[in-house]
Nanobody
Framework: QAHLVETGGGLVQAGGSLRLSCVPT????????MAWFRRIPGKEREFVAT????????NYADSVKGRFTISEGDAKNTIALQMHNLKPEDTAVYYC??????????????????WGQGTQVTVSS
């Protein structure tokens, strides 16, 4: 059962931008940190970015630094992922994840107990 819902995926040309959003299915949902992961075809799911609510600390995978920005969304406990200068290698299903405890490491999918069903991002060359 998905606890989070992602929106905003789609098809974009290389160099373009997209903004993903993630909203909990329950209004009372709270978290310690939230993150974005992605699954590129033929590969395992990989870390993209995370935000810890205490101090709004963010971290990024090296492959997206300087191009992607994770931030709080329009409501509490929601997040967004603004993606600029998209590349064909960014093509993937993007997943939102949440952790209520503060597990580490923040870039491991095993630290997150709550997930969305994913949204497809396709970047054409």
């Amino acid at each position: 059962q998905a606890h989070l819902v992602e929106t905003g995926g789609g098809l974009v040309q290389a160099g373009g931008s997209l903004r993903l959003s993630c909203v909990p299915t329950e209004r009372s949902f709270s978290s310690f940190q939230m993150a974005w992961f992605r699954r590129i075809p033929g590969k395992e799911r990989e870390f993209v970015a995370t935000i810890k609510w205490w101090g709004n600390v963010t971290n990024y995978a090296d492959s997206v630094k300087g191009r992607f920005t994770i931030s709080e969304g329009d409501a509490k406990n929601t997040i967004a992922l603004q993606m600029h200068n998209l590349k064909p290698e960014d093509t993937a299903v993007y997943y939102c994840a949440a952790d209520r405890i503060g597990y580490t490491p923040f870039d491991s999918e095993h630290s997150y107990a709550y997930w969305g069903q994913g949204t497809q991002v396709t970047v054409s060359s």
